[in-house]
């Protein structure tokens, strides 16, 4: 019996050229449709239904577009919704590199086994995942449903100790997280090359806490700057000295 391949991941939006999607380099985004998480603040809500009748990009399209962009790209980043819920992601993945193109995943690490696979196969370059929080209930409803906590620590475990490039992203919500909260879930990921704390959109919390609790991190992680600071470093590399354990 021949075993059908998965169907492709439905791209529902392609951005040709970006300078922040993948810091220092110039990368294509591809957004994915369809996510398991309905988190309250999402930034691209349209992106989390998962039905059919919503329309997508072709494939065939997709890599044409790369395929004539390639000369100008360092990497194609590929977001959501959630991409790992796909089975075709691999697929596109290994589509995408035979291009002569590096990828980065981000993910909010729902699902270590795929994550696992694709960096066992040597297929990122890079990893960039969500991180709502450190515990129960806070995580879960900062998500918007219930997560289970192992596969988001299992999938920290393995980007922490994977050789190539990663960042982890905190969002803070002050509805939702304190700051003690926030440090907490900053100190799991302690020995991270780089973390980037995610003020809320609404302006909250003030600067004096971003940069305190950014200092608190950059006690345990290598680099860590705030969304929309990048040129402000709290991390114990851009001080000189070695992490914390």
């Known amino acids: 019996m021949v075993m059908r391949p998965p169907p492709p991941p439905p791209v529902r939006g392609i951005e040709p050229c970006s300078l922040s999607a993948w810091e220092g380099r110039v990368a294509a985004v591809l957004s994915l449709q369809g996510c398991n998480l309905a988190c309250p603040a999402c930034p691209t809500p349209h992106l989390v239904p998962r039905t059919a009748d919503l329309g997508q990009i072709p494939l065939e399209g997709v890599l044409q577009t790369l395929y004539h962009r390639r000369r100008w790209l360092d990497g194609v980043v590929v977001t959501g919704g959630e991409p790992t819920i796909h089975d075709g992601l691999p697929d596109l993945v290994r589509r995408i590199r035979e291009l002569g193109l590096r990828v980065r995943l981000h993910t909010n690490g729902t699902r270590p086994e795929v994550l696992r696979s694709l960096l066992d196969a040597g297929e ?73 704390l995610v003020p809320s959109p609404a302006g909250a919390p003030g600067p004096r806490a971003l940069r305190r609790t950014a200092r608190a991190a950059g006690r345990y992680v290598e680099s860590c700057v705030i969304a929309g600071r990048p040129g402000e470093d709290f991390g114990s590399r851009a001080r000189g000295r070695s992490v914390a354990p």
């Open 124 to 196: 990122l370059s890079s990893v960039s995942m969500t991180v709502r929080g450190p515990l129960d209930p806070t995580y879960s409803t900062a998500a918007g449903t219930r997560v289970r906590l192992a596969a988001i620590y299992e999938s920290v475990e393995r980007i922490l100790h994977d050789a190539g490039e990663h960042e982890f992203r905190v969002p803070w919500l002050p509805a939702v997280g304190e700051e003690d909260e926030i440090v907490a879930a900053l100190r799991m990921l302690a020995g991270a090359r780089r973390v980037v």
